[in-house]
């Protein structure tokens, strides 16, 4: 495997902007065998990513670069490259030929400061840009193959895979060649990362060569399973594929999934909403939502799938005791007995919103998200799901109700809740999946 | 102003979790006069946090690490320290002292891993935990502050507070003390990046000695100004204003406020949200939302804020046509004859969630996310709001409807959707707040 290191230029990113463009590139870059082992983030300083990029070309067979390619002032990655380097930098018309198009195709020709993004180090090849103007560029030295990409995340992610991926592969040194990294996420709710950590020392993935990791969120605890290693040249076909990082990942995943596959709602890039959305889908499902303390939170997640208005009919958020009543029909004097954080409340709400809304599923969410309101009986974190569903006529009315204490921030307990509500919908899916 | 340099400690941080700390560090070094010029992550490999400490420590004034002092095998960071430094680790009661007494108090002690937290490099400073487990340290090493700090946001948060900060202060070399880099934030909604950007090269601001940034994202252009500079030993009370970098960015807040203030929504840390919700507890107005293509986004964001059923009373997310009719009165015919994503529909929206929640103003929103559902004449990002307000019985009813045309992912026009929605409930009540 190489080693690979991310420089990230912008000094907005020192201050003020998370700098999201390093995940996917060392998930593109460890499909192509090079191992990020180092990420940086410099300002718009000449200086300073000429220091960042001398230290990482020492240590790394792969260097890429992210940012300043603009034309402005500030943006300095070209001549950093080109100063570390000792190159010298010269206008390649290849290198904006792109841009010069598009402006032409709206009676247009580039300013002289769009004119700087055909300036190159020499030696250096362009790295075409697909979706912006920026061109990227990429040259070797010293045995490091070095990358420039823009900022802009859809332009780096294009480029990458476009223009970079191909040079790399190309560039791979005899002792990683043909090495790769694969990762395989399995996302989980309901069981805490320690029990995890537990019971999956019993499933032996350390024992298969793999690398085991658990992160937690507010929703749930995430298993990365990341192998490393190539295809074997052997004769045998049985070591062939047991020296297959790819394989050996597959078996992982069955085992782990034997052991706590209950718990596992999705993998990969998948999230609870798209894996619900799409049982909902595949089977002419309805739903309606009624959520209180999670404010739209369930209504928002389940619609950021794209076609969710297939099944999903319309979603209540009755803040008040009034719109319970009005719209799902919770009788006051229910809510003035038991409080409308409440077992019965959050059941009267799931059967209300369904027949309100004459769907096949009501799904209803009632708690205290805090941070005041709590109190000894009922203290903040306190929640409570309920389902009610009905699919047919003359198919039995069935309901559901499950009771939660989550700790954490107002917006920690409102991203719980919407978890637990979708994930008590997932299990009713799977269960009444089969008949 | 002295040299900084945060170091994240975390393979997780290397291949799918961002890194966050950093952000809140800079602004609190910043503070304390420290400007963050580099910030790096590694993985947990002592090896390679050696590397980056040392060549970390020989270009800065202070050095923050974050990360891998927890109690498993995997976290290095005090033992990297001490080898970068040459410092053996070293069992200091008093780092333990915290937890040992919480766990006394549970009846249980430390387990040999839980007290490997207790080591810590000879000659370091225990900087106490006060919400986790995890001690911390810093200590002076070749004229370099290095300081290491828990991965857990919170704990690094409140520690860096608590305990480093005085630290650094103490510290502070003599060519830095007393200058502070100062920030100020004002978030805008409405004006492009670049309409931003001409209008404010006029106010003055480079002239002022102050740095300008513009940051877009769905929610608007944030406009970052940075002093930097000491208070003036001049006797001369306005000479000492003049130098004083909190003096000179309230003077530049002004003139940006002059220039483009309709356009500024929130300040600081502040959000649409938390501003609309201000404003309607103060009056004692009530709220409630029809959406259709935000899905429950608005809801979700008025409801992040505590105490938001004060004003809050419901939320109807009405994906299906038959859910606009039921709830909000939309007439069908009207849904017929100009589509559910249409001027005439925004406005019966927000008349209607109003008359039927009897509160004082109703709020609407329907639109084309995408990415499919788009036609010629009603594209993709095609979004229109409605207001309709009447706050007493002999009030007369107000209605507003505004169309925008929003560009982006499903995603980011569900974000501006629901953006221009709150602004528009923004500009009325500023509006109607002086009667």
């Known amino acids: 495997v190489q080693r690979g290191e991310i420089i990230a230029v912008g000094s907005e990113l020192l201050e003020r902007r998370l700098e999201t463009n390093s995940l996917f590139l060392a998930d593109e870059l460890g499909a192509l065998g090079v191992e990020v082992r180092f990420k940086s983030v410099v300002g718009d300083d000449e200086a300073d990513i000429v220091a960042a990029l001398r230290t990482a070309s020492r240590r790394a067979d792969v260097v890429v670069l992210t940012g300043g390619l603009g034309p402005t002032a500030d943006d300095c990655t070209r001549q950093a490259v080109a100063r570390a380097t000792g190159k010298r930098l010269r206008r390649l018309p290849e290198a904006v030929e792109g841009m010069v198009r598009r402006l032409a195709a709206w009676g247009r020709t580039p300013t002289p400061a769009q004119f700087r993004q055909g300036l190159i180090p020499a030696g250096a090849d362009v790295l075409a840009n697909p979706v912006g103007s920026a061109p990227g560029f990429c040259l070797r030295w010293h045995g490091c193959l070095i990358a420039a990409l823009p900022g802009v995340p859809a332009e780096a992610e294009q480029m990458c895979i476009t223009a970079l991926a191909p040079k790399i592969l190309a560039y791979a040194p005899a002792h990683g060649r043909g090495e790769r990294i694969e990762r395989r996420l399995l996302h989980t709710f309901g069981i805490s990362e320690s029990d995890l950590d537990l019971r999956l020392k019993e499933v032996g993935i350390a024992e298969a060569g793999l690398r085991l990791g658990l992160q937690a969120s507010p929703l749930g605890v995430t298993i990365a399973l990341t192998a490393c290693g190539r295809r074997s040249h052997s004769i045998d076909p049985a070591r062939q594929r047991q020296a297959d990082p790819a394989h050996r990942l597959e ?19 998948e999230t609870m909403e798209l894996v619900v959305g799409r049982q909902l889908a595949a089977r002419g499902l309805t739903l309606a939502v009624a959520e209180s303390c999670t404010g739209g939170l369930i209504g928002h997640r389940l619609t950021q799938i794209p076609g969710s208005s297939a099944y999903l009919d319309r979603v209540a958020v009755c803040y008040s005791n009034r719109a319970k009543r009005d719209w799902l029909g919770v009788p006051a004097p229910l809510i003035r007995r038991v ?8 059941t009267a709400m799931a059967g209300g919103i369904r027949r309100k809304s004459r769907v096949s599923i009501g799904l209803s969410v009632t708690g205290i998200a805090g941070p005041d309101g709590g109190t000894p009986q009922k203290p903040v974190g306190l929640v409570y799901v309920g389902l009610n569903a009905k699919s047919g006529r003359r198919s039995r009315e069935a309901s559901l109700t499950k009771e939660f204490r989550f700790h954490g921030t107002r917006e920690m307990i409102k991203l719980r809740a919407s978890q637990a509500a979708l994930n ?3 299990q009713w899916l799977l269960k009444t999946g089969g008949s």
């Open 251 to 269: 078996l992982a995943v069955q085992l782990v999934k034997k052991e706590i596959g209950t718990y596992i709602y999705a993998a990969g890039n």
């Open 424 to 426: 008590l919908l997932r």
């Open 339 to 346: 409080g409308a954080v409440s077992a019965e409340v959050a």
